[in-house]
C-alpha cells in the first residue's frame, strides 16, 4: 500500500460522501474513515458506507472513552499500512489533481512534501481566506528555500492536511496527535516538522478547505481559547528546546495572535491580562518585538 488517507468524521454523512468522492479509487490506496461516536443523522451514515462498500475504504468507530479529531486520527495511524500518510476533514475536498499527483511522488525521497491548498467557503461558493497564510508560508520557502523559510515551513502550518508524510517516520519517532477538543494537531505538525530529515514544495493544489458555520475552527468560547493558548505554549517550550537557540529565534514566537483574540473576541480586559501574564511565565514575548 503506497497510501493511507486518514478521515475524522463526526455527523456530516453528506459532507464525508462528498469528500470520499474527491478520492481516486486506486489499488495502492487505502481510506480509514474513523467516526467519532456520532449521534445524528446516522442512516445518512450507513448509507455512504454502503455507497462505498466496494471501495477500499475502511470505516472504524472510535471505540474509547474520549471524543475528538485528535482521538480518532490516532485510530487512524494504527490502522494505516501506506508508505505516504494523507490527512483530511470531512467536510473538505481533494482537487482532480490528486491522482497524477500520487503517481508523480509514489518514489519521492522527502520525509514530508507540501502542496498548496485553496479554499471555499461552502455558506456562499466563494473562495474562502482560509488558505492564505499556509499558502503565503510555503511560497516564501518555494521562492527562497534558506534557513528561516525552512522553520517557518517545519513548524508554522499547524493543520496535517494538504502534505504527504512518510509513515515510517511518524512511527519511528511515535509521533500522535493530542486529545484536545480544539488544536489537538499542532504538536503532531511541529513534531514532524522536527523529525523530517527532508522536505520539499511542490506547485500542486491537491486539497481543498472549506469554512462553513458550526466548524470545530470557528470555536470562539474561553474554554477553547484557553485550549489553544496552552497548546500554543507547550508546543513552543517543544519547539525550543528541540532546535539550536539560533534557530529558535528565526521562529520568532509570540503570543500577539492570542492578544488579537482576545480583543475581536470581546473576551475583557481581565483575560487579555491574564493571557499576557501566562505567556510571560512561560518565556514567550506577549507582543512581536521582532
Not at 87 to 113: G, N, Q, W, Y
Not at 164 to 181: A, C, G, H, L
Not at 284 to 289: R, T
Request: glycine content about 4%.
Amino acid at each position: 500500500m503506497n497510501y493511507s488517507i486518514i478521515i475524522p468524521h463526526y455527523n456530516i454523512p453528506d459532507m464525508l460522501s462528498a469528500l470520499l468522492d474527491t478520492i481516486p479509487d486506486r489499488e495502492d490506496l487505502e481510506v480509514i474513515v474513523v467516526d467519532d461516536k456520532s449521534n445524528s443523522r446516522l442512516d445518512e451514515y450507513e448509507e455512504c458506507k454502503k455507497r462505498n462498500s466496494d471501495r477500499n475504504i475502511r470505516f472504524v468507530d472510535n471505540d474509547t472513552d474520549k471524543k475528538g479529531a485528535g482521538v480518532c486520527r490516532n485510530i487512524g495511524l494504527e490502522h494505516a499500512s501506506g508508505k505516504w500518510l494523507l490527512f483530511a476533514d470531512s467536510d473538505d475536498r481533494f482537487t482532480d489533481s490528486l491522482s497524477a499527483v500520487l503517481d508523480r511522488d509514489v518514489d519521492s525521497k522527502e520525509d514530508i512534501i507540501f502542496y498548496y491548498p485553496s479554499s471555499i467557503n461552502l455558506d456562499t461558493g466563494e473562495e474562502s481566506d482560509r488558505h492564505i497564510d499556509f499558502c503565503d508560508t510555503i511560497g516564501k520557502y518555494d521562492s527562497n528555500p534558506d534557513r528561516k523559510n525552512e522553520l517557518m515551513l517545519r513548524f508554522n502550518l499547524v493543520a496535517p492536511w494538504s502534505k504527504m508524510i512518510r509513515r515510517k517516520m511518524v512511527e519511528e519517532n511515535n509521533i500522535v496527535f493530542e486529545d484536545s477538543k480544539v488544536a489537538n494537531d499542532v504538536f503532531f505538525c511541529a513534531q514532524i516538522g522536527r523529525f523530517a530529515e527532508k522536505i520539499a514544495v511542490k506547485k500542486d493544489i491537491i486539497y481543498v478547505v472549506t469554512a462553513r458555520e458550526g466548524s470545530i475552527t470557528k470555536a470562539v468560547d474561553t474554554t477553547s481559547f484557553n485550549i489553544r493558548l496552552d497548546v500554543f505554549i507547550n508546543t513552543t517550550k517543544y519547539i525550543k528546546n528541540a532546535i539550536s537557540e539560533e534557530d529558535y529565534n528565526y521562529l520568532d514566537r509570540n503570543g500577539s495572535y492570542f492578544l488579537h483574540l482576545c480583543r475581536v473576541n470581546g473576551y475583557g480586559i481581565g483575560t487579555m491580562l491574564s493571557t499576557a501574564a501566562k505567556l510571560i511565565k512561560n518565556g514567550i514575548p506577549p507582543l512581536n518585538i521582532g
